[in-house]
């Protein structure tokens, strides 16, 4: 009979990884190592951290690549206006709406875009530079 105090073992998948990782000499020659941290990694909070380590590694939020592809279409879409060829224009604009929906579903606040429609596209060109 156990008694109800008793905790099951931790599981450490990430840990037991780098041991292992360890004991097959994947840890020598780091780069850097022996090497003091930069000031910068003590600095600011662990989210300003992740988002300047991202950042120079290239990464870009799934709302920032919505955002491109946002004004892209926008582009597209008038130009396809201005020289007036008979395209369903409102089935694009209705396929925009979506994404900017996902877009304001992942988006910091202050990053929210409105919806467009087929007349508003030259305005909505200005808010997605």
Known sequence: ???????????????????????????????????????EYFSGDTYQHFQRIAKDAGYKPHWLKLQHEIRDELHAISKLQAENIEVDLQNRVIG??????????????????????????????????
């Open 1 to 39: 009979m156990s008694d109800g105090n008793s905790m099951p073992p931790y599981n450490d998948l990430i840990g037991d990884i780098l041991k292992s990782h360890a004991k097959e000499g994947g840890m020598e020659n780091l780069k850097g190592q022996g090497k003091p941290l930069p000031k």
């Open 96 to 129: 925009l709406n979506q994404k900017i929906d996902e877009h304001n579903k992942h988006c910091p606040p202050p990053m929210l875009k409105g919806r467009v429609t087929v007349e508003s596209i030259e305005r909505a060109k200005e808010f997605w530079k």
